[in-house]
């Protein structure tokens, strides 16, 4: 059974700080999503990695794709308060069946 | 933006009462996906559809579920018989291909089950 954990489940950081969300998995992949949920909305599309290696950047996020060490990272780069969400990411295992982690609640103070 | 869209927002019914929840998907796409958020919980797949049948399902997609595309726009997911155990955030989502493919997702229905 494929397992996804983020870590961490919480953060607070300030304004202009750069901090990195972990989605570690269990099983072998090489295709990986990040969401963002605002609260009471929908998921949003952030960045779909499909290779070892991947990395894709908007704005202040960055994501990267470590298939070997079955890890993706979400770097945040100088944050602001807009980037407030919930952050999550997603596996796909087979066929667009995603297993998601359990999200990682960020929270960016001016 | 072409967006996948949901109704009812929020649906609160009765212990043992059918609800069906209604989604749009993106015109264009090909592949429909239900999926669900327990309040506090793991964003978990229900179910997959494609060319007018389920392509995957998950566990939790027991007989009481059911999903259909009556037209040519909608995509629907049936609860027959809710429990309690049913209240969540019920996602639609939809994308162009499979594998690889961004997917989009709707803004939720919230089911209550009293």
Not at chain 1, 90 to 109: E, H, S
Request: glycine share 6%; proline share 3%.
């Amino acid at each position: 059974e494929l397992k996804v954990e983020q870590n961490p489940l919480f953060l607070s950081m300030q304004e202009g700080k750069n901090y990195t969300i972990y989605c570690n998995y269990s099983t072998t992949s090489d295709r990986l999503y990040w969401y963002r949920q605002d609260p009471g909305k929908s998921l949003e599309s952030l960045f779909v990695l499909l290779s070892n290696g991947a990395v894709k950047q908007e704005g202040r996020l960055m994501a990267s794709l470590d298939t070997k060490a079955r890890l993706s990272t979400l770097h945040i780069t100088a944050a602001v308060h807009d980037l407030s969400a919930t952050y999550f990411c997603a596996v796909d295992n087979a066929g667009n069946m995603l297993t998601f982690g359990g999200g990682t609640r960020l929270m960016v103070k001016p | 933006e072409p967006e996948v869209t949901q109704t009812p927002s929020h649906q609160v019914t009765q212990m043992g009462q059918e609800v069906i929840l209604r989604c749009v998907p993106i015109s264009n796409h090909l592949y429909f996906y239900w999926y669900r958020q327990i309040l506090g919980q793991k964003v978990e797949f229900l179910v997959s559809f494609y060319n007018n049948e389920i392509s995957e399902k998950s566990e939790i997609f027991d007989d009481q579920f059911s999903v259909e595309r009556p037209d040519g726009s909608n995509f629907t997911l049936k609860i027959r018989s809710t429990k309690l155990e049913d209240s969540a955030m019920y996602f639609c989502a939809s994308s162009f291909g499979q594998e690889g493919n961004t997917i989009y997702f709707g803004e939720g229905s919230w089911l209550t089950v009293v």
